[in-house]
């Protein structure tokens, strides 16, 4: 069963931020590898939002970090870029699966 964790650094975030993104990270968790260990966290820094994500997972690491001012677009680039490298970690998985030969 995967795991998630999320933090907010340097602000208090409303239930509806809470469970914005809570919602967002749980779609990303159920496409991550089974096992995995999700951590999340979200920082302001002088009106400026970071947020990275690391999975760990026996299928490798992901690693995604956005900045900007919005915390949806922050999320919205955050998303997209763990999106494609499960994207390619599927292609690589898949290849492998059709190239491996069958032992009887």
């Given at each position: 069963?995967?795991?998630?964790?999320?933090?907010?650094?340097?602000?208090?975030?409303?239930?509806?931020?809470?469970?914005?993104?809570?919602?967002k990270?749980?779609?990303?968790?159920?496409?991550?590898p089974?096992?995995?260990?999700?951590?999340?966290?979200?920082?302001?820094?002088?009106?400026?939002?970071?947020?990275?994500?690391?999975?760990?997972?026996?299928?490798g690491?992901?690693?995604?970090?956005?900045?900007?001012?919005?915390?949806?677009?922050?999320?919205?680039?955050?998303?997209?870029?763990?999106?494609?490298?499960?994207?390619?970690?599927?292609?690589?998985?898949?290849?492998?699966?059709?190239?491996?030969p069958?032992?009887?």
């Amino acid at each position: 069963m995967n795991q998630l964790s999320i933090q907010y650094q340097n602000f208090h975030p409303s239930t509806f931020t809470k469970e914005y993104l809570d919602a967002k990270l749980t779609q990303i968790l159920n496409r991550a590898p089974k096992g995995s260990v999700i951590n999340a966290v979200y920082s302001v820094d002088k009106g400026a939002i970071t947020a990275t994500l690391r999975i760990m997972s026996s299928a490798g690491e992901f690693f995604a970090i956005s900045r900007g001012r919005f915390l949806k677009d922050v999320n919205r680039r955050l998303v997209n870029q763990i999106g494609r490298q499960f994207q390619r970690w599927n292609q690589r998985r898949h290849q492998a699966e059709t190239h491996d030969p069958i032992v009887a």
